[in-house]
């Protein structure tokens, strides 16, 4: 009950029923694809082509059945599943776990069967449908401040999970994979994402260019996705075929879905698009049908990555480089003309436009540009890039003043409450809705000046403060090494080398460890065998110097030999842990 007050999912208001999100739901999808239809008439067939073929992508590995799995293999996906329980599971999921060893074999053969034949049972189809709050923030009774989440039956999922596996080696063992596509990908996260596109961007503006990112929003893209696009390309594209072809068909037909809310159902109604978030399949079935975007992109030598649907478009030039802009306008243009003709809608309205550089560029740049193939561009100082605040500075001073007032809003609630909490309790508070938003992307932060970085610093020591239950007069590293807690600087730098270093051993993206060049010293030294990294030459420390692609080497090249040559992951934080912050630090995990 105490945690009420800092629930994350708010109670949806009696006044809006079940059928009235269904309603809403199926209503926005309807009225997406009318406007897409509309669209589509005023497309050129020579246009659509064009930018077809520039889509198009070839395969020539196929994947024409799945295999058989054994007992093992259930056991562990079934062992290491969430526990959550879906209002169509027979029995709540814990004790479906507990009793596993009793029904196994029914259960093996279930899904042996379903990936033989090709057949996805009826009932594994039917997806109850949670309205998630978009932002805790937003006005709980209105019915656009929610996103519908569909929860499936237990044993639905853990046959997805088989899927998936299957699906991603084959994905992974041909490349299929679009490489600035971050999103539902092992190794990849929002923060490496964000750590390659403010390299870019602080490189770019070290040489006094300017940068124009473009953050591109589409409207329900999970929900609008056609079908019979998406089969298309997993054969033509993918190479799925023959019985695994036959089971995607299955498992997209004949889909249905409810909603609950407040103890109600609403009536059933039938998925004729999309795929279902909160599914196991759908997040990367849909990063599958985004694949062609990455060719067009490229097709004009515009710089980009996606997260999920989220896409992001920079490209740094000089401000009287006028070609540039249209080349910009051009690949705009290309990106819309394709999301039509498959069924996505692009929202100018919520597409953001942000001039990043040198000031007295920026504002020449300004007055030149008023849209981008009808994006208007309005004077944002910042933008929103997956929940970081990027200012035109690349200074990062405003996503750190947002992330410590709420930092503070939530500690002033628990503030409130922490006498009626046993310490390990407000501890893990603290961890939730404290620590968690000063860590987010903390490594975008590195080499900030300490100016930025000492109010990060006030919301820990805050933190701790209101922990130990100490003054505020008294001295704070004490209580910080008695809590275990390391100080943000530190914590900076611990992630850009956690981060290294599983870049340089396989656990990062290629993006990432594209920015790390290892040192080979041309004669025969002693860093041979060393381990180093190269720095990059760099005229402005202030602007380039902040760049995961400086900072990284400058930092790893100062760590003890035994440090990098750690043989695993725990290895290495262990030791590095002990490194930076020393013994006291370290005692507990």
């Not at 609008?224 to 997209?252: M, P, V």
């Not at 849209?371 to 561009?377: E, K, P, Q, V, Y």
């Not at 404290?434 to 992307?441: E, F, I, N, Q």
Request: neutral net charge.
């Amino acid at each position: 009950m105490l945690l009420g007050i800092f629930s994350v999912e708010p109670h949806v208001p009696v006044s809006l029923s079940s059928d009235d999100f269904l309603t809403f739901f199926d209503s926005k999808i309807s009225n997406i694809r009318h406007k897409l239809n509309q669209v589509i008439p005023t497309i050129s067939p020579e246009q659509a082509e064009a930018v077809e073929m520039e889509a198009s992508i070839e395969t020539s590995v196929t994947l024409d059945c799945f295999t058989a799995v054994d007992q093992a293999e259930i056991t562990s996906i079934i062992t290491s599943s969430k526990s959550s329980t879906c209002l169509l599971d027979p029995i709540p999921t814990r004790l479906s776990k507990e009793t596993f060893p009793l029904i196994n074999d029914s259960i093996l053969t279930m899904i042996n069967a379903s990936l033989e034949t090709g057949y996805v049972p009826q009932s594994f189809k039917y997806a109850v449908v949670k309205p998630l709050l978009k932002k805790p923030s937003l006005d709980l009774s209105i019915l656009a401040n929610y996103r519908p989440i569909s929860n499936l039956p237990f044993i639905s999922k853990i046959l997805e999970r088989v899927v998936v596996k299957q699906l991603y080696c084959h994905l992974q063992d041909n490349s299929h994979f679009e490489d600035f596509q971050s999103g539902f990908r092992p190794h990849h996260s929002t923060e490496t994402a964000l750590v390659r596109v403010s390299n870019d961007l602080l490189l770019t503006s070290e040489k006094g260019l300017l940068s124009i990112l473009v953050l591109l929003d589409l409207s329900a893209a999970f929900d609008t996705i056609d079908h019979g696009i998406l089969l298309h390309r997993l054969e033509q594209d993918i190479g799925i075929r023959g019985s695994a072809l036959q089971w995607f068909k299955s498992y997209l037909s004949d889909r249905y879905q409810f909603v609950n809310v407040n103890g109600h159902s609403s009536q059933c109604t039938r998925v004729n698009y999309g795929v279902p978030q909160g599914s196991v399949l759908g997040p990367i079935l849909f990063t599958l049908y985004m694949l062609p975007l990455g060719n067009i992109i490229r097709k004009h030598s515009i710089n980009f990555h996606c997260y999920a649907d989220d896409t992001q478009l920079y490209l740094s030039m000089k401000p009287d480089q006028n070609d540039n802009i249209e080349k910009l306008n051009a690949c705009i243009s290309d990106i819309k003309t394709w999301m039509t003709i498959n069924d996505l809608l692009l929202n100018p309205e919520k597409t953001e436009v942000i001039i990043l550089g040198p000031k007295n560029l920026r504002d020449a740049l300004s007055a030149q540009i008023v849209s981008l193939d009808g994006i208007s561009i309005a004077p944002n100082s910042t933008v929103r890039n997956l929940g970081v605040l990027f200012d035109q500075d690349l200074s990062f001073k405003a996503h750190i003043s947002q992330a410590c007032r709420t930092a503070f809003f939530h500690l002033r609630n628990i503030a409130k409450i922490r006498n009626l909490l046993s310490k390990s309790d407000a501890e893990k508070l603290i961890h939730a809705f404290v620590t968690s938003r000063l860590d987010y992307c903390n490594s975008l932060l590195a080499a900030c000046p300490k100016s930025s970085l000492r109010s990060v610093q006030l919301v820990q020591n805050a933190a701790a403060r209101l922990l130990a239950g100490t003054s505020r007069r008294d001295h704070i590293t004490p209580v910080l090494v008695s809590l275990h807690w390391i100080p943000v600087d530190s914590r900076i730098k611990f992630k850009i080398l956690l981060l290294t270093y599983k870049a340089l051993h396989g656990m990062a993206p290629s993006y990432i460890k594209d920015l790390i060049v290892p040192y080979h010293p041309i004669r025969t030294l002693h860093s041979l065998n060393a381990g180093l990294l190269v720095v990059p030459r760099i005229s402005k420390s202030t602007v380039g110097g902040r760049a995961f692609s400086h900072q990284a080497p400058v930092l790893w090249n100062k760590l003890p030999v035994h440090i990098r040559e750690a043989d695993s992951v725990s290895t290495f934080k262990a030791r590095l842990k002990t490194f930076l912050f020393g013994e006291d630090y370290c005692q507990t995990s």
